[in-house]
């Protein structure tokens, strides 16, 4: 939010003013009403990424994300995304600039048995390819509804001999990925993000360890990453808004809108009469 310039009340050619010994009145000088605050605007929205509630859908394909990273040692704030890309050639790994990031876990399987978000992007596994779950010509397995996500993230379906659950050849775990300083996102679309900061975007596999690594090291003592993320699969995050929050900030800007309204109204009231009554001439 940000505020529109304020304005300098003044009446002209008005002789009332400060009285001062020593000091000469100076007719037709201004006097000083006061200032008035024009309110408010909104330049730009910044979007919020603290984990929201989740809710159940029973959808194999709604995959929501239990986030609760530490900052890093600079104190800067770590949030976890899904990896997504637009790609033209399916065979091969997503480019790093292609690739966008998303919490919505919602999605669905296209006509050609790829995992898909609502905005048509590919979700991509830990090796950056596109998931696909039927008709896959290097398997020839076709998951369906058996897929089964875990809480780490990992890819399994139902072996259709054995019956037991089995981790998908080319596709063995989410593309989850650690954004450090997520206000540096930028958004493309509905759910979509770009990162545009300096900080280095990594997977969750590499976040992890070297968590592990800083814990063994002894440069602090509680995990940031491991053990504080997770994926829920048929729940999905719903918005992180508070209703209730929301409402009273609105309230607040109405009332003061409805106090501007009310202080120009009155000026507008005084120009009329200035105008139209005092100087008018009986004859």
């Keep these: 939010m940000r505020a529109f310039p304020e304005q ?60 609760n990273l ?43 048995g790829y995992l898909v978000t609502p905005d048509g992007y590919y979700v991509l596994d830990n090796q950056n390819q596109a998931i696909r779950l039927n008709n896959d010509p290097l398997t020839g ?11 780490a993230g990992e890819l399994l379906y139902r072996d259709s001999v054995s019956k037991d659950y089995q981790v998908l050849t080319n596709h063995q775990r989410l593309g989850l990925s650690v954004v450090t300083d997520p206000q540096k996102l930028v958004r493309e679309g509905t759910n979509i993000f770009r990162y545009e900061g300096d900080a280095e975007v990594k997977a969750i596999d590499i976040a992890e360890a070297e968590d592990q690594a800083a814990l063994a090291a002894g440069e602090y003592d509680t995990p940031t990453v491991a053990g504080r993320y997770g994926t829920q699969q048929g729940w999905r995050e719903r918005s992180n808004v508070d209703p209730a929050q929301t409402m009273t900030s609105m309230m607040s800007v109405l009332r003061a809108y409805e106090a501007n309204q009310r202080v120009i109204t009155t000026i507008d009231g005084t120009l009329d009469k200035a105008a139209n009554e005092i100087g008018r001439v009986n004859g």
């Excluded at 009145?25 to 006061?34: E, R, S």
């Excluded at 990896?83 to 790994?93: H, Y």
């Design 141 to 151: 397995v076709n998951v369906g509804q058996d897929l089964k996500i875990n809480q």
């Design 8 to 67: 300098l009340l003044s009446r002209m050619r008005d002789s009332e003013g400060p009285d001062f010994p020593g000091v000469p009145t100076m007719p037709g000088q201004p006097a000083i009403i006061g200032r008035l605050n024009s309110g408010v605007y909104m330049s730009e929205a910044i979007p919020a990424f603290t984990q929201g509630d989740i809710e159940e859908t029973r959808n194999p394909y709604d995959v929501a994300l239990l986030d």
């Design 70 to 112: 530490q900052p890093d040692q600079d104190g800067n704030e770590r949030r976890l995304f899904y990896s997504v890309a637009r790609i033209e050639d399916l065979t091969q790994p997503a480019q790093e600039e292609d690739i966008r990031y998303t919490r919505n876990g919602n999605w669905s399987v296209n006509a050609e």
